[in-house]
């Protein structure tokens, strides 16, 4: 069992469309954190949620954390062919280890 | 910015021998490393917490004498992985964690290891 499941596992879609990733888990966060990482390199970090139900943009990125602090969503607006990556949320427990989501891979087509 | 750097980028080796990966932070001090393997097309899973000066704390399944991590300095993580085979074959990514840094994590660029 996944500690953070990531839906969809894969989404391909046109440039210029919305689209919304999920971060579920059972387990309540005193934070999350969104990364994005491109093939051959490692994840930079895109935001860190900390509070529930806050709500943090990033130009066409938006992320919310839900209310109990178990779930996040990141929503791309009007998406391009530079947001293609593999998109990952992360939590950090004890010892300051970063457990990471199952991830979701996202094509934009030109 | 804090900068993780990871080498090599990539490396090729031959079932039965070692290969060496460097991790070192070159703006701040790292008192904890962690070490990830990733398989295609999956998520980052950890492999162990490296701390300066003591021994590495290796996750549940993770072979310790088979990966062999050494954090001798506050600048300087290795992951050695002997006698390598071809399921070695991975992405292996390292990250730090310091002084001074806010939020997450900063992670090195990541090795590819073929093993063949």
């Known amino acids: 069992t996944q500690l953070l499941e990531q839906s969809p596992q894969f989404l391909s879609i046109q440039e210029g469309e919305n689209l919304t990733v999920y971060c579920n888990s059972s387990s309540v966060f005193s934070s999350l954190q969104w990364y994005r990482q491109e093939p051959g390199e490692g994840p930079v970090l895109l935001v860190t949620?900390?509070?529930?139900?806050e709500v943090k943009k990033l130009k066409r990125l938006t992320f919310q954390f839900g209310d109990a602090r178990k779930d996040s969503s990141l929503h791309i607006t009007a998406a391009q062919p530079g947001d293609t990556g593999l998109y990952l949320c992360?939590?950090?427990?004890?010892?300051?280890?970063?457990?990471f989501g199952t991830g979701t891979k996202l094509q934009v087509i030109p | 910015g804090a900068v993780v750097s990871q080498h090599p980028s990539w490396v090729i080796c031959k079932s039965g021998t070692s290969v060496k990966i460097e991790c070192r932070s070159l703006?701040?001090?790292?008192?904890?490393m962690f070490w990830y393997r990733q398989f295609p097309k999956q998520s980052l899973m950890l492999m162990a917490t490296?701390?300066?000066?003591?021994?590495?704390?290796?996750e549940q399944g993770v072979e310790k004498d088979k990966f062999l991590i050494n954090h001798a300095s506050l600048t300087l993580s290795t992951l050695t992985v002997t006698s390598a085979h071809p399921e070695d074959s991975s992405f292996y990514i390292c990250?730090?964690?310091?002084?001074?840094?806010?939020?997450?994590?900063?992670f090195g660029s990541g090795t590819r290891l073929t093993v063949v």
């Open positions: 992360a939590v950090s427990g004890g010892y300051q280890k970063v457990t």
């Open positions: 703006d701040f001090q790292a008192t904890t």
């Open positions: 990250s730090a964690a310091g002084t001074g840094l806010r939020g997450g994590y900063t």
């Open positions: 949620v900390v509070t529930g139900g």
């Open positions: 490296s701390n300066e000066g003591s021994k590495a704390t290796y």
